[in-house]
DNA sequence: CTTTTGATTGAGCAATGTGCCCTATCCGGG
DNA sequence: CCCGGATAGGGCACATTGCTCAATCAAAAG
């Protein structure tokens, strides 16, 4: 993997309050010279900080106002398979394995109600699902951010 | 709102697999003048198409390689106020609010079992917070993606 | 059918940023 | 004490950006 510095986060700290900013400004504003800055900006899209351009779309945006949350309990033993079959559903945009009651937990976008509905309909129609359980997402109430994370580490790590 | 057009869609496309590409280059793999790209890029931005910069950091490259879902049950009531206590938490990334049996989904990223069983007592702490259910995430089994719902739209819409 | 509106295009231009080079300096670990 | 890694500062060729303008085109409106 590779380590963080103070330097590495106030980097991307301040690139979370000015992701447009040029590799020129942020030097200015942190105070180091353009290539270090270039150097590190290289040295985290080397080790895997930066994530796939994805994650920067809003589905809300794209006309898919609605969130949900899908439980999945499945017989473990086809687990994989039942993952690569999920896969091909196009509104799940994550899911992940969970250890606790539910065996996944299925990320949803959805056009509206009806859309949830057949969805929900084709994940149960998987051979090995057992059960499903939908929850509506009525707002992201915190939603996503590691700014503060980033704070927290700057003061004192 | 904003509604998107083929193009849009095929530009959003585009970016997912080549997010470096420059306006330049974008253009010609869709066979557009540099021109029409920066505009449509533009209005993407204006029409809240693109989200900030946190979502492309990588929480587990940052040194939090756990997540966990916790279902957090409250006092409806005091909703409102128990969010604010809770987007005092650093490592909660993400919450939304929920319809179903939990009132809240909060998402949280943890350096450790030891660093999740901290944070889970800080959210029980709250005044109103009657009852917290944790799933660890054992591994993001279809990784936070919308390449395939943008491949569908650019075929049919 | 004609008009109008908006999107697209090609061209051009000044300013800026990028990628890359090299060297000197500084600091901590071996 | 010396060495390696990181940093600063300078520089240079080139690509990209942001912006403007006029011409073209298509579709919707009159």
């Not at 509104?91 to 959805?110: F, K, N, T, W």
């Not at 359980?133 to 992201?140: D, H, Y």
Request: with cysteine; glycine share 6%.
């Amino acid at each position: 993997m590779h380590s963080f510095d103070r330097t590495d986060i106030q980097l991307l700290r301040a690139l979370c309050t000015e992701p447009r900013s040029t590799v020129v400004a942020l030097a200015q504003r942190l105070g180091l010279s353009r290539n270090t800055v270039q150097a590190r900006m290289g040295r985290l899209e080397e080790t895997g900080t930066f994530l796939a351009f994805d994650r920067r779309i809003n589905p809300v945006a794209l006309g898919y106002p609605l969130t949900a949350f899908i439980e999945v309990h499945v017989q473990q033993k086809r687990l994989a398979r039942i993952v690569d079959e999920l896969a091909r559903i196009p509104e799940i945009v994550q899911a992940h394995g969970m250890s606790g009651p539910a065996d996944l937990l299925v990320r949803v976008v959805c056009r509206d109600a009806d859309d949830l509905f057949r969805i929900d309909g084709t994940i149960l129609a998987c051979e090995g699902v057992d059960r499903t359980e939908t929850s509506l997402a009525m707002g992201e109430v915190i939603p996503f951010r590691l700014a503060p994370l980033l704070d927290r580490a700057a003061r004192s790590g």
